[in-house]
Protein backbone atom coordinates (compact mmCIF):
# COMPACT_ATOMS: atom_id res chain seq x y z
CA UNK A 1 0.00 0.00 0.00
CA UNK A 2 2.99 1.99 0.99
CA UNK A 3 4.10 1.43 -2.51
CA UNK A 4 1.23 2.53 -4.24
CA UNK A 5 0.85 5.77 -2.80
CA UNK A 6 4.49 6.46 -3.18
CA UNK A 7 3.60 5.83 -7.04
CA UNK A 8 0.41 7.94 -7.30
CA UNK A 9 2.85 11.04 -5.54
CA UNK A 10 5.07 11.13 -8.17
CA UNK A 11 2.50 11.29 -11.03
CA UNK A 12 1.18 14.18 -8.66
CA UNK A 13 1.94 17.93 -11.21
CA UNK A 14 3.07 19.91 -8.30
CA UNK A 15 3.03 23.57 -9.14
CA UNK A 16 5.81 26.02 -9.87
CA UNK A 17 6.63 28.88 -7.58
CA UNK A 18 5.40 31.33 -10.30
CA UNK A 19 2.00 29.83 -10.31
CA UNK A 20 1.78 29.37 -6.78
CA UNK A 21 2.54 32.72 -5.94
CA UNK A 22 0.19 33.43 -8.60
CA UNK A 23 -2.95 31.49 -6.70
CA UNK A 24 -1.91 32.78 -2.98
CA UNK A 25 -2.06 36.23 -4.21
CA UNK A 26 -5.86 35.91 -5.94
CA UNK A 27 -6.98 33.92 -3.22
CA UNK A 28 -5.68 36.93 -0.76
CA UNK A 29 -7.39 39.42 -3.10
CA UNK A 30 -10.79 37.11 -3.52
CA UNK A 31 -10.73 36.91 0.56
CA UNK A 32 -9.46 40.56 0.74
CA UNK A 33 -12.86 42.17 -1.08
CA UNK A 34 -15.09 39.47 0.44
CA UNK A 35 -13.97 40.59 3.58
CA UNK A 36 -14.74 44.62 2.38
CA UNK A 37 -18.26 43.43 0.68
CA UNK A 38 -19.17 41.82 3.84
CA UNK A 39 -17.75 44.54 6.29
CA UNK A 40 -20.19 46.99 4.18
CA UNK A 41 -23.11 44.91 4.23
CA UNK A 42 -22.52 44.68 8.36
CA UNK A 43 -22.06 48.29 8.84
CA UNK A 44 -25.41 49.04 6.48
CA UNK A 45 -27.43 46.56 8.21
CA UNK A 46 -26.40 47.80 11.49
CA UNK A 47 -26.91 51.71 10.48
CA UNK A 48 -30.35 50.96 9.06
CA UNK A 49 -31.75 49.01 12.50
CA UNK A 50 -30.40 51.85 14.66
CA UNK A 51 -32.15 54.03 12.23
CA UNK A 52 -35.46 52.18 12.39
CA UNK A 53 -35.36 51.30 16.14
CA UNK A 54 -35.12 54.66 16.59
CA UNK A 55 -38.26 56.18 14.96
Do not use: C, N
Not at 38 to 45: E, G, P, R, S
Request: charged share 10%.
Amino acid sequence: MVKQIATELHKVVWPTRSSLSYYVGSVTVFVLFALGFMLAIDYLMGWSTKAVLAL
